[in-house]
Structure formats: C-alpha cells, structure tokens
C-alpha cells in the first residue's frame, strides 16, 4: 500500500491509497476537527474514566484492646486493623458493620510535633461505635494507629475513604 501525501479540498482532507495488488485507487476523505473540539472529547474521555472517590478530613483517635466483643461482631474476631465509627454513620443501628475505610495520617494535632505521620495508609473495618467521640472521628486500634502516626500522640489529622 503506498500513500499519498494529504491534499486540501474544500476544507476536508482528502488522502489517495493505492493498493499495489488491485492497482485501483480508493480516496477517503477525513472530516478536519478543530482544537477545540479535540481538546472537548479529550477533557470528556478523562472525566468519564476518572474515578469520584473522595476522601474525608477527620481525627482519629487510638484506643485499646480488648477488641472482642464489638456491637457489630459480638464475640467473632476481626483482627487488629480495626476501627470504631461515629453513632452518625450507623443509619438504621448497624449499616456501617463491617464497612471498610482506607485510612491516611495528615499531621499532628499538635503542628509542631515533627514526623508525627508514618507515611503509610491503612486499611480498616468498622466494628463498632465510638462512645462519646466527635462526628469527623474514628477510634482506631492500637495496631492500625500505629500504622500512620506515632502511637505515643493518640490523636492525629487523618483523611479517609471507604474502599
């Protein structure tokens, strides 16, 4: 197949093959698209394949074992990256049982604390509600806090996201 070099005709591009089998010319001719219009499908196909996941600015807070019994899993076992939410995220008593959250250390409550964050995430279930704790609060267990911070703070920033 041999090509042509691309000609102007009437605002269309117009581009000749010829097939060195048939030798019979075919023309094609291809529609000019702006910048614009091309920048337009472009910003389209990004949003579209761009996830809405969202995270939320929150506290947490560490707390201790026992972990067993939790209100969401009575006396069954979860492990230890585990977390205790806010009554407000328990529509109907227990919806938020067993809801993971993806957690991540921003800062120190206290800013002039250094390297308070670990620079990890970590990823816990909801076992239970937190007594007495703030709306934008999660208790976290001892072992899933000290993934992102340092334990000895036992409250830092947090940003979080349900996976």
Do not use: W
């Not at 899993?73 to 979860?78: H, I």
């Amino acid at each position: 197949m041999r090509f042509s070099i691309p000609k102007q005709v009437n605002n269309l591009t117009v581009r000749t093959f010829q097939y060195l089998s048939s030798h019979k010319k075919e023309t094609y001719y291809l529609s000019k698209m702006s910048l614009g219009t091309k920048l337009l499908i472009l910003i389209s196909m990004v949003v579209c394949l761009t996830s809405v996941a969202h995270a939320l600015n929150a506290m947490a807070i560490v707390y201790s074992p026992p972990y067993v019994p939790s209100l969401c899993f009575g006396t069954q076992d979860q492990g230890t990256m585990i977390a205790k939410a806010h009554s407000g995220l328990f529509a109907n008593g227990i919806a938020s049982c067993g809801r993971r959250f993806r957690v991540r250390c921003l800062s120190g409550t206290n800013k002039a604390i250094r390297d308070a964050c670990t620079g990890n995430s970590v990823d816990v279930t909801v076992v239970g509600t937190c007594s007495g704790c703030a709306m934008n609060e999660l208790q976290l267990s001892e072992e899933s806090f000290g993934k992102i911070a340092r334990l000895a703070l036992g409250r830092v920033n947090i940003e979080y996201e349900q996976i």
